[in-house]
């Protein structure tokens, strides 16, 4: 077992608990905070009239791994909620970022990319994206400007079209990376592509998560296609996961950077335990993180670890930061590489890091 602490104890004030990135007391969790992978949008809310004009209800985005669901979310959001990545199959869970409006609240479901399975871990991930599917008030297809339209695409939007009384929009995301010839070959194909699968889309619309291009249009559009009804969760939430799991994911975030091939799907991040620091100054709080990084094979070992410890010091440097931007409090963050021989496959290990 390998372990890295890092500490850092610059004045920040302390975590407001149950604030903007916390764990809402919303209808949608049954109030457990054990959320991990449930993906399940709340019970409609009560048949009370809603403030006039008002809209509230889930959408969420689908489309194949590396389509930019995520990073649309957070712009959605206006903050880093959901991970990101390079790597195909970043995300595992199914997060909620809530857009609030004055017309309206948007609860955006992010969920796996779809694609065929090929552990049991895949098969779970594909079973939790249709379930969460089946649930919204309005599914996004996200459809990459940059990649042609694939056997992949073909596969979700013809799955996506067996559930035919949800409005689906598609969206041509990376808009920012193509030139406009190339975007309105595009947009001819996501047309045939919904024509031949069946769906009338609710609307097409180019978008660009990281340059910001055409993002509150997306909303606008999305928000159209929700129910009138009251907001679902208390201003200024912005996400009902719990702290530990956002925690963990910005450690798998940090972890992902620069590794290749099979690893960054050979990596889970648990939360042994989590609480701020007792007997500190009320103005200087810290918070004690200790996690753990599983990977499935002692010789992966030695790649998230580096030379004396290096990688695994920078991996916790980084993730420390970002916690610190989330939480807003300084943190100390202890760091446990582990093995879990083969978990992806493994259904003990599975249930154990939480799938
Ligand atoms: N240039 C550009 N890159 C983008 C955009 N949106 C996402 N990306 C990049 O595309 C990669 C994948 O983005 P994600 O948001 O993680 O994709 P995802 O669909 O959630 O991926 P999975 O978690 O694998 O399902 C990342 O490197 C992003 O930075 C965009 O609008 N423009």
């Not at 291009?213 to 912005?238: N, T």
């Amino acid at each position: 077992m390998s372990s890295t602490p890092e500490s850092k104890g610059k004045g920040r004030p302390a975590p407001e608990k149950g604030g903007s990135a916390g764990a809402a007391a919303s209808p949608a969790k049954g109030g457990s905070g054990a959320s991990r992978g449930s993906g399940r949008p709340a019970p409609a809310p009560a048949p009370t009239p809603s403030p006039t004009g008002f809209k509230s209800g889930f959408a969420c985005f689908v489309g194949r791994p590396n389509a930019g669901k995520s990073t649309l979310t957070n712009a959605l959001v206006g903050q880093k909620i959901v991970i990101t990545s390079s790597k195909p199959q970043t995300t595992r869970h199914a997060v909620r970022g809530i857009v609030h409006r004055a017309d309206a609240q948007l609860i955006l479901v992010d969920t796996p990319g779809l694609h065929k399975p090929r552990t049991l871990l895949g098969q779970r991930l594909n079973d939790l994206v249709k379930s969460t599917w089946a649930e919204v008030d309005v599914i996004g297809i996200c459809l990459p400007a940059s990649d042609k339209i694939g056997p992949g695409d073909r596969f979700l939007v013809a799955e996506a079209a067996k559930v035919a009384k949800t409005p689906k929009v598609a969206l041509a995301t990376k808009a920012d990376l193509v030139e406009p010839e190339r975007m309105i070959e595009h947009l001819s194909e996501i047309q045939a592509l919904g024509e031949s699968a069946g769906i009338e889309w609710a609307a097409i619309i180019p978008v660009s998560a990281t340059s910001g291009f055409q993002v509150d249009l997306v909303a606008d559009e999305l928000v159209q296609l929700l129910p009138d009804g009251f907001p679902l969760y208390p201003d200024g939430d912005i996400t009902d996961e719990p702290e530990e799991t956002l925690v963990a994911e910005l450690i798998r975030e940090a972890a992902l950077e620069g590794v290749r091939d099979e690893l960054p799907h050979s990596i889970a991040v648990t939360i042994d335990e989590m609480g701020l620091r007792e007997d500190r100054p009320e103005d200087k709080p810290l918070l004690d993180i200790y996690a753990n990084i599983f990977l499935e094979r002692d010789s992966q070992k030695g790649i998230v670890i580096g030379h004396k410890g290096a990688r695994l010091r920078e991996v916790g440097a980084e993730a420390r930061r970002q916690i610190e931007a989330l939480l807003g409090t300084p943190v100390y963050l202890d760091l446990h590489v582990k093995i879990a021989k083969n978990w992806q496959t493994d259904a003990k290990h599975l249930r154990k890091l939480g799938f």
